[in-house]
């Protein structure tokens, strides 16, 4: 905790801190699946196009994969590349007994269906936890390979010493990259969820309600101090670019630090936990094979 005069400032969840100690407990993971077991677990990353958010994504996934011992395999289409040739790429990932994570960088070309693309990934290699049978075991309890975000999200939540169980939590934003998945995972850590979206009525009042908030709506500090629930957790996943180019989260972090018990600042909260859990997804897939 940080204090000063006159106030209690919130804890700061240290996103980089925290996926730095994950990593390096799957490095420790790995050495032995490949010691024990010859296996060394390897990732795949289709980039289709040259957008540069994208490839820098990419680059720190390379990274990232690089430092716990994991392989990495780059595909780097043009961004002319058809439906049909990616869905090719795919299958042939899903038959390589290499690769044992599969992810095609979002967003693709717009000719090019991502329902489609994300369903070709072999569930067991869907290391993004996106493909519709992942979807499900995760909305019936049921083990399987979970949306990376979200995971992080539980982790910060988890790094905070609070226990969801018999906890108010309200998430804003219903997307079915974070905000679906994440309001399951804090369902089934037995707390009571609430969803918000854009239809909520007096989203304030609502939010005022959680002991933790998870703000995932994208919108640059859209949440605001006033809102929270004194001594309340809250997991920022936004990442908005501002006019000038620098970066932002979801909650006017200023107004709300003050009210919180502990806070994820952004950037530099979710964005490293989404990373750290892609290479965990993986490690997980490398040993059910």
Not at 27 to 47: D, F, K, M, W, Y
Not at 111 to 139: C, M, S, T, W, Y
Request: net charge positive; charged share 20%; proline share 7%.
């Amino acid at each position: 905790m940080i204090t000063r005069p006159g106030a209690t400032m919130a804890q700061i969840l240290d996103g980089k801190k925290i996926a730095a100690d994950l990593r390096a407990r799957l490095a420790v993971e790995v050495a032995t699946l490949n010691q024990s077991r010859h296996i060394v677990p390897g990732l795949a990353v289709v980039l289709v196009g040259n957008n540069p958010a994208s490839e820098v994504y990419v680059r720190m996934k390379k990274k990232a994969c690089s430092d716990v011992g994991i392989a990495s395999f780059s595909h780097e289409l043009p961004a002319d590349t058809s439906e049909e040739t990616l869905l090719e790429q795919v299958a042939l990932l899903n038959q390589d007994p290499r690769v044992h994570g599969i992810l095609v960088q979002l967003p693709l070309p717009p000719r090019i269906r991502e329902a489609q693309i994300i369903q070709a990934i072999a569930p067991e290699k869907d290391v993004d936890g996106f493909h519709p049978l992942n979807a499900g075991l995760l909305a019936i309890g049921r083990p399987g390979l979970r949306p990376c975000t979200p995971m992080g999200v539980m982790a910060l939540i988890e790094a905070a010493g609070v226990d969801p169980a018999g906890k108010h939590a309200v998430v804003i934003g219903r997307s079915n990259i974070v905000g679906k998945p994440v309001a399951m995972m804090l369902l089934q850590a037995h707390a009571t969820v609430t969803l918000c979206h854009s239809r909520t009525h007096q989203l304030e009042k609502v939010v005022a309600l959680g002991d933790i908030v998870v703000a995932a709506v994208g919108r640059p500090r859209f949440v605001q101090g006033s809102w929270i629930k004194k001594g309340a957790v809250v997991i920022d996943v936004g990442t908005n670019r501002l006019a000038d180019g620098s970066l932002c989260g979801d909650c006017d972090f200023a107004s709300v630090q003050p009210r919180a018990s502990a806070i994820s600042p952004s950037p530099g909260g979710v964005g490293p936990m989404t990373i750290a859990m892609l290479l965990a997804n993986t490690v997980q897939a490398a040993k059910q094979s």
